[in-house]
Nanobody
Framework: QVRLVESGGGLAQAGGSLRLSCAAS????????MGWYRQAPGKQRNLVAR???????NYADSVKGRFTISRDNAKNTVYLQMNNLKPEDTAVYYC??????????????WGQGTQVTVSS
């Protein structure tokens, strides 16, 4: 069983910053990628940023230059530094990981979500 614990969401003003964290624990042999998705009310869940074990990153166009994803492999933790926040960044942010266990490859897990609200 794998558990993802997210923290760092909350309320920010436009132009402000927030930092999200997500720590993974449980029966994990190797985490291959870690990332963040977001879902606004009435909209689908979309990728915000992802980072591979080797450190390669990709971002949604809407957050490039404002958000930075990083990870600590030793702590199985991923971070999302969000700067210059905009009201359209308001959403529930979900942590997502792809991992392997000794019993199998290609598993995926989701966090419970953390609310980010940006006021204008």
């Amino acid at each position: 069983q794998v558990r993802l614990v997210e923290s760092g969401g909350g309320l920010a003003q436009a132009g402000g910053s927030l930092r999200l964290s997500c720590a993974a624990s449980g029966i994990i042999f190797r985490i291959n990628y870690m990332g963040w998705y977001r879902q606004a009310p009435g909209k689908q869940r979309n990728l915000v940023a992802r980072i591979t074990r080797g450190g390669s990153t990709n971002y949604a166009d809407s957050v490039k230059g404002r958000f930075t994803i990083s990870r600590d492999n030793a702590k199985n933790t991923v971070y999302l530094q969000m700067n210059n926040l905009k009201p359209e960044d308001t959403a529930v942010y979900y942590c997502n990981i792809g991992f392997d266990t000794l019993g199998g490859l290609g598993h995926q897990a989701w966090g419970q979500g953390t609310q980010v609200t940006v006021s204008s």
